[in-house]
T-cell receptor, first 114, second 112 residues
Framework: QQQVKQSPQSLIVQKGGISIINCAYE??????FPWYQQFPGKGPALLIA?????SEKKEGRFTISFNKSAKQFSLHIMDSQPGDSATYFC?????????????FGTGTRLTIIP | ETGVTQTPRHLVMGMTNKKSLKCEQH?????MYWYKQSAKKPLELMFV???????ENNSVPSRFSPECPNSSHLFLHLHTLQPEDSALYLC???????????FGQGTRLTVV
């Protein structure tokens, strides 16, 4: 049973556009929701994370929107650039259990075209 | 670079071979992890070591055997693997179990 469902599997966005990746979770005990960015040949790297006490968190061009009642969260990349082309993973965890209980989505391959 | 180094980067092995993957970090982190990354599947946590003690084993088959001789090094010993074990194996470390994990570049393993 997949606890974190991510969509779409792949996404092509024009340079300057908005990239949106969605995730839905089932376990209401989750209280930490990070997004990871992975470039080819590299390991994943933490991009941005949110806790459910806020509905939105913004860091530069990257924004997480969180809807607790719908058990959904999404990553928005504003003014998308070719350098943003990577695979993005959402994840969810129970904070006190940390990395051991981090559940990942299946990933979204994002391609930004000029 | 994240400070987590994995070797080798690529490995091809037969089903009867024995090989080892190595992970090294000199970040002073106390927790180290092995993950398996397969195409179109979520990242799977395999093992967790905290202060050199194994704290998690996510029902991983015994053909995968981890070893943590000190807080800077982590090994994954492989023997009699199956073709379905072909994947990218990622090592990660974190200051403690509840803080951001830093990933290595991974070892691309192909079992033939």
């Amino acid at each position: 049973q997949q606890q974190v469902k991510q969509s779409p599997q792949s996404l092509i966005v024009q340079k300057g556009g908005i990239s949106i990746i969605n995730c839905a979770y089932e376990n209401t005990a989750f209280d930490y929701f990070p997004w990871y960015q992975q470039f080819p040949g590299k390991g994943p790297a933490l991009l941005i994370a949110i806790r459910p006490d806020v509905s939105e968190k913004k860091e530069g061009r990257f924004t997480i929107s969180f809807n607790k009642s719908a058990k959904q969260f999404s990553l928005h990349i504003m003014d998308s650039q070719p350098g943003d082309s990577a695979t993005y993973f959402c994840a969810a965890s129970i904070g006190n259990f940390g990395n051991e209980k981090l559940t990942f989505g299946t990933g979204t391959r994002l391609t930004i075209i000029p | 670079e994240t400070g987590v180094t994995q070797t080798p980067r690529h490995l091809v092995m037969g089903m009867t071979n024995k090989k080892s993957l190595k992970c090294e970090q000199h970040l002073g982190h106390n927790a180290m992890y092995w993950y398996k990354q397969s195409a179109k599947k979520p990242l799977e946590l395999m093992f967790v070591y905290n202060f050199k003690e194994q704290t998690e084993n996510n029902s991983v088959p015994s053909r995968f055997s981890p070893e943590c001789p000190n807080s800077s090094h982590l090994f994954l010993h492989l023997h009699t693997l199956q073709p379905e074990d072909s994947a990218l194996y990622l090592c990660a470390s974190s200051p403690n179990r509840n803080t951001e994990a830093f990933f290595g570049q991974g070892t691309r393993l192909t079992v033939v």
